[in-house]
């Protein structure tokens, strides 16, 4: 069976508000990912474009994209599923190279998200729910993960101080990310104070259990085995790819204390790669809310159902610990530009499995594993990579 | 010739409704006779709520409605004090999950419940009830049962 590598990551600075546009911002995750990967342009045979619309008005944003990046004729592919687009962009340019009828396929992610305001952009992410059943009761992104951090305290125990430590963890590391929207340390007091991180959102979650929207793009070069070998001194393996989708209503689901989508796409991309959870030595899960980093962790099984809480109790989950995650400061710290996100926790893995990831470098990972979620848990991809 | 009106009559449901034009517009109608209604397939006798008016494994369309009565449990639930646009002026208000055993219902908890976060307990009695919305709009909420 001929593998499939990553032979070039790249990502712009996660930032609060991006001064260009939308072709602009895709120029920076694409000039750094030719410049990792050390290639021109006419090697890649198509791309992948992906984004969550209505953040900006250009409709069918592939075409202008490929067109700025000088990447015609190739054919492009716009692919959307909310926060996760661009794990499952790379999910298609997995399957064109796999398949032979692409070489070489570059999976670009972008938004720009500060053209909006919050409650507008709450507003927007909150129709990519069931808008006809739901969106008409005053739904939005933090109260549908609040729903489950309710369940999840109720069936467990856990307490909003458990969150707390998540959020903490993420400030450890994102003020080292120097592409990071939030580079500031997070501590305990800080979620004391009332008008900020303490100021509830939607009971139980606070404003530091939420992460920031930001305007970012990331970039992926995948090629075939033959081509990674030839072009790519260090080209990272894809070892397993699964994916998921689960009901878009609430009512439709038969559990809130975890997301059915992280644990059947666990389970395939477990499964393709012939590991277990504890083969894993580092890992990027979806942690748009404190809480939904607290469910991926046992959704994937690095703690029990209910173990999550220990988990980051006992710092299992930092750099030093047993199953380090997101130790580049996660959505919460890096910054959250949906269509960009996905790429970016693959980028974080490839540079940690190369042994290229500076201040937050895990010691010697072999395996590493990137969860990414669209909409509440409405889509899962998850992606096991390898150095072998 | 007349011209044929469109049917918008989901248009009146919620704070904001996003659409109006639906299979399952005579849920509106159920709602403002006080009645919260799902549908069942009359072939494979399937429930659903939210309504459908289609049945994926029965290829069918013949639905028949049936009313949501009785207690359900309660799943979950959040009280947002931050509303996106349209809904600011509903602020605090309660979104929660209520199990009836063949079906699960979203929906608002009653205002009339003053302080939702002490008051409420996952896995207590609720029920729903039909009402009107701040701003005249139909909806259903939960009561304690």
């Avoid at chain 1, 998540?166 to 590391?173: A, F, H, L, P, V």
């Avoid at chain 1, 939420?210 to 970012?216: H, I, L, M, Q």
């Avoid at chain 2, 989901?10 to 109608?29: A, E, L, R, Y």
């Avoid at chain 2, 049945?55 to 639905?63: A, N, Y």
Wanted: hydrophobic share 35%; aromatic share 8%; net charge neutral.
């Amino acid at each position: 069976m001929s593998k499939v590598g990553i032979i070039g990551v790249g990502q712009s600075s996660f930032v609060r508000s991006y001064p260009g546009s939308i072709r602009e911002l895709a120029f920076e995750a694409y000039s750094d990912a030719m410049r990792d990967a050390q290639i021109t342009n006419d090697l890649i045979d198509a791309t992948v474009i992906c984004s969550s619309p209505e953040y900006d008005k250009q409709r069918s944003p592939a075409g202008v994209v490929a067109e700025y990046l000088g990447l015609n004729p190739q054919p492009t592919f716009y692919v959307e599923t909310l926060c996760s687009s661009s794990s499952t962009g790379l999910k298609l340019a997995y399957s064109l190279v796999k398949s032979g009828l692409h070489s070489c396929v570059m999976v670009l992610g972008f938004q720009i998200m500060s053209q909006l305001t919050s409650a507008e952009s709450q507003e927007r992410m909150g129709r990519g729910a069931d808008i006809q059943w739901e969106s008409p009761f005053g739904t939005m992104m933090p109260a549908y993960y609040a729903l489950h951090a309710q369940a999840h305290f109720a069936k467990y125990g856990t307490t909003p101080d458990d969150l707390a430590l998540i959020r903490i963890k993420s400030g450890t590391y994102g003020q080292l990310n120097e592409r990071a929207v939030f580079r500031k340390e997070v501590t305990p007091d800080m979620f004391a104070d009332k008008d900020g991180f303490g100021s509830p959102v939607s009971s139980p979650l606070r404003v530091g259990d939420c992460c920031a929207n930001a305007d970012g793009s990331s970039c992926i070069i995948v090629a075939s085995e033959e081509k990674a070998k030839a072009l790519c001194k260090k080209p990272v393996w894809i070892l397993g790819i699964g994916s998921a989708s689960a009901p878009v209503n609430m009512a439709g689901r038969d559990q809130y204390s975890g997301l059915l989508v992280g644990i059947e796409s666990g389970k395939q991309a477990y499964k393709m790669a012939g590991i277990t959870p504890k083969h894993v030595d580092v890992a990027e899960v979806h942690d748009c809310f404190t809480i939904a980093e607290m469910m991926a962790t046992e959704n994937l099984g690095f703690a029990e159902p209910g173990g999550g809480a220990e988990l980051i109790r006992a710092k299992e989950t930092y750099k030093e610990g047993s199953i380090p995650v997101n130790v580049d400061g996660g959505l919460l710290s890096k910054g959250h530009p949906i269509g960009a996100t996905g790429g970016s926790q693959v980028r974080t893995i490839v540079l940690q499995l190369r042994g290229e990831a500076g201040a937050i470098q895990v010691k010697d990972p072999t395996i590493g594993l990137v969860h990414n979620i669209g909409g509440v848990g409405l889509y899962g991809n998850v992606t096991i990579l390898g150095r072998e | 010739m007349a011209k044929q009106e469109i049917d918008r009559r989901f248009n009146k449901f919620g704070t904001v409704s996003f659409m109006g034009v639906s299979k399952t517009n005579d849920f509106i109608d159920y709602l403002e006779q006080g009645k919260v209604m799902g549908t069942r397939c009359k072939t494979c006798g399937k429930t659903f709520f939210p309504p459908r008016a289609d049945c994926f494994h029965s290829l069918t369309s013949g639905m028949e409605w049936f009313e949501v009565s009785g207690a359900g449990t309660l799943q979950t639930f959040s009280t947002l004090r931050y509303a996106p646009v349209g809904f600011e002026g509903d602020l605090p208000y309660t979104i929660a999950v209520v199990d009836y055993g063949d079906y699960k219902v979203f929906g608002r908890i009653d205002k009339a419940i003053a302080s939702p976060d002490d008051e409420l307990k996952v896995g207590m009695k609720m029920k729903a009830m039909a009402g009107k919305t701040a701003n005249g709009q139909s909806t259903y909420f939960f009561q304690k049962a």
